[in-house]
T-cell receptor, first 116, second 118 residues
Framework: AQSVTQLDSHVSVSEGTPVLLRCNYS??????LFWYVQHPNKGLQLLLK??????LVKGINGFEAEFKKSETSFHLTKPSAHMSDAAEYFC??????????????FGTGTLLAVQP | GAVVSQHPSWVICKSGTSVKIECRSL??????MFWYRQFPKQSLMLMAT?????????EQGVEKDKFLINHASLTLSTLTVTSAHPEDSSFYIC??????????????FGPGTRLTVL
């Protein structure tokens, strides 16, 4: 079965300091992995995705994530937090098998707070 | 490009009434649309997968007679919550899968519809 575990429900950082949001996955197949961001009362926005190409994935707004198969992890990082980064972040795994439609399985989310 | 809209953005209804939510892909054709539900402070849970011109596939535990899905065209899917009750109050989000031959089909999400049932 496919699943995603986000290890922290809340993360608080100071503006200008690094961000680390942790995600571990479980998948019997070659997964595709994503990070989405959700600002209050807004739709989900794709930050970045891994689909079996380069293991270090760069996304929008300075975010990046590294796929580590040996650790089954896909942690999201950013060198320097900005106030506008405060939002809910979801780690997502997708898989397809036998031509079945890709399904997205969402983690429980990490709420990132950025302190001035 | 790849914009998905939902209408309405919020709705309040009385218990026992039905509510229809529309999901549209504005600038692309979507082979498949998905409906999710998100309870406060929780993650998104897939309710059903909707393919144009065929019956929707519902996830385990989701009542197909209560949550009616119609996918009449490649740009429109509707979710009707029939005989709504307060426990159906939630944030409903749709996504549409971009049809691009030979390329991973990314899902694009709508802004969501907040349903409150009194």
């Amino acid at each position: 079965a496919q699943s995603v575990t986000q290890l922290d429900s809340h993360v608080s950082v100071s503006e200008g300091t690094p961000v680390l949001l942790r995600c571990n996955y479980s998948s019997s197949y070659s997964p595709s992995l994503f990070w989405y961001v959700q600002h209050p009362n807004k739709g989900l926005q794709l930050l970045l995705k891994y689909t079996s190409a380069a293991t270090l994935v760069k996304g929008i707004n300075g975010f990046e994530a590294e796929f580590k198969k040996s650790e089954t992890s896909f942690h999201l990082t950013k060198p320097s937090a900005h106030m506008s980064d405060a939002a809910e972040y979801f780690c997502v795994v997708s898989y397809s098998r036998g031509g079945a439609t890709n399904k997205l399985i969402f983690g429980t989310g990490t709420l990132l707070a950025v302190q001035p | 490009g790849a914009v998905v809209s939902q209408h309405p953005s919020w709705v309040i209804c009385k218990s026992g009434t039905s509510v229809k939510i529309e999901c549209r892909s504005l600038d692309f054709q979507a082979t498949t649309m998905f409906w999710y539900r998100q309870f406060p402070k929780q993650s998104l849970m897939l309710m059903a997968t909707s393919n144009e011109g065929s019956k929707a596939t519902y996830e385990q535990g989701v009542e197909k007679d209560k949550f009616l899905i119609n996918h009449a065209s490649l740009t429109l899917s509707t979710l009707t919550v029939t005989s709504a009750h307060p426990e159906d109050s939630s944030f409903y989000i749709c996504s549409a899968k971009l049809l691009v031959a030979g390329v991973y089909n990314e899902q694009f999400f709508g802004p969501g519809t907040r349903l409150t049932v009194l």
